[in-house]
T-cell receptor, first 110, second 113 residues
Framework: GQNIDQPTEMTATEGAIVQINCTYQ??????LFWYQQHAGEAPTFLSY????GLEEKGRFSSFLSRSKGYSYLLLKELQMKDSASYLC???????????FGTGTRLTIIP | EAQVTQNPRYLITVTGKKLTVTCSQN?????MSWYRQDPGLGLRQIYY???????DKGDVPEGYKVSRKEKRNFPLILESPSPNQTSLYFC????????????FGQGTRLTVV
């Protein structure tokens, strides 16, 4: 099985940088997804890491360390619209099963 | 437009009255799944399907049924709903190849009274 941990809530200031951490304990781990979910809406894909290291995509970057069971999502130049929940999800090798963390609710303040 | 469509978006029903939530995708995806989302518990997988006529239990399958007779459709059936099935439900689909993103439907908010 999989156990995913991430902080419940975070607050950050508009224009700043925030890092959301995720740790996982897994069997058959394949890769790590990050999704964004605005309140009452569907999750939308942000990033996927399968190799160790940093993947950069515009204002968002995601990092994975397989040996430490650790990932983070880095958001730069924060905007008010970035207020949302950020979901960390681990995928299993050999199938498409995703196990989600409980999500981190990020609030951006002016 | 590539999308996953769920219906209905909102549903209030009474205990024991059978209901079906439909899910359809137009991306020819092989893998489809159902999740429920509850405060403090995150998204939990109910059932998944890796292809037509191939379904399997996820983490919280009790009280639910699914079928996959066609590639595009993956309905979720509650034979005898109970109040503890009040939740926000999401259908998702993906290609079935490792590392590809899952596309989610807009969600169905179900209340069982």
């Amino acid at each position: 099985g999989q156990n995913i941990d991430q902080p419940t809530e975070m607050t950050a200031t508009e224009g700043a940088i925030v890092q959301i951490n995720c740790t996982y304990q897994t069997s058959g781990f394949n890769g790590l997804f990050w999704y964004q979910q605005h309140a009452g809406e569907a999750p939308t894909f942000l990033s996927y890491n399968v190799l160790d290291g940093l993947e950069e995509k515009g204002r968002f970057s995601s990092f994975l360390s397989r040996s430490k069971g650790y990932s983070y999502l880095l958001l730069k130049e924060l905007q008010m619209k970035d207020s949302a929940s950020y979901l960390c999800a681990a995928s299993n090798f050999g199938n498409e099963k995703l196990t989600f963390g409980t999500g981190t609710r990020l609030t951006i303040i002016p | 437009e590539a999308q996953v469509t769920q219906n209905p978006r909102y549903l209030i029903t009474v205990t024991g009255k059978k209901l079906t939530v439909t899910c359809s995708q137009n991306m020819n995806h092989e893998y489809m799944s159902w999740y429920r989302q509850d405060p403090g518990l995150g998204l939990r997988q109910i059932y998944y399907s890796m292809n037509v006529e191939v379904t399997d239990k996820g983490d919280v399958p009790e009280g639910y049924k699914v079928s996959r007779k066609e590639k595009r459709n993956f309905p979720l059936i509650l034979e005898s709903p109970s109040p503890n099935q009040t939740s926000l439900y999401f259908c998702a689909s993906s290609t079935g190849q490792g590392g590809t993103e899952a596309f989610f439907g807009q969600g169905t908010r179900l209340t069982v009274v």
